[in-house]
């Protein structure tokens, strides 16, 4: 079973609303569309940087996001 993470965002009013805004005229509940803007903006920094190397990933440490069971 894969893990999940929790990221705390700290958004404005007006982010906020554009958000729910955006989400809902693309058929996307909120935590939907912030992920899809993630892996967009993950995409255009592999395609304009270069890949991120799996070595560098395995050394960050994700133990401060993890859900607790």
Known sequence: MKQNYTVPVKLNEE??????YIAQAEGRS?????LFMLRNNI???ERTKGKIPQDALRGISLEEYAEKE
């Open 30 to 34: 909120p935590s939907a569309h912030f």
């Open 43 to 45: 995409a255009y920094f």
């Open 15 to 20: 982010m906020i609303r554009k958000l729910l």
